[in-house]
């Protein structure tokens, strides 16, 4: 089974930037959804971003909609999300996942079935 492994995490300031990329392999990269998803201890995992398997069709959650920017290189076989404006209640691990099932893509309600180890993501005030 394919997982998703991540990168870019880190610690910058409150109005910072960051990037994270995930790498996935696998010849059927471009047939999935991918999404980025956060947790921070004791509260449920977050979906934050996603985008269908061409990138034509994103998803951001409300806390960080016209902040965070998702994207996807299906030559590369990465997706990517770029972070800005970042802020203390951004702070948390973040996983990148690949949705369970080629072509399906639904938004908040996609399923996804591989994650990677996470990376965490810390903002200071």
């Known amino acids: 089974q394919v997982q998703p492994v991540e990168s870019g995490g880190g610690s910058v300031q409150a109005g910072g930037s960051l990037g994270l990329s995930c790498a996935a392999s696998?010849?059927?990269?471009?047939?999935?959804?991918m999404g980025w998803f956060r947790q921070v201890p004791g509260k449920e995992r977050e979906f934050v971003a996603g985008l269908n398997w061409s990138g034509g069709s994103t998803y951001y959650a409300d806390s960080v909609k016209g902040r965070f920017t998702i994207s996807r290189d299906n030559a590369r076989k990465t997706v990517s999300l770029q972070m800005n404006s970042l802020k203390p209640e951004d702070t948390a691990v973040y996983y990148c996942?690949?949705?369970?099932?080629?072509?399906?893509?639904?938004?908040?309600?996609?399923?996804?079935?591989?994650w990677g180890q996470g990376t965490q993501v810390t903002v200071s005030s």
């Open positions: 996942a690949r949705a369970s099932r080629p072509y399906f893509w639904g938004g908040p309600r996609t399923d996804f079935g591989s």
């Open positions: 696998g010849h059927t990269f471009s047939t999935y959804a």
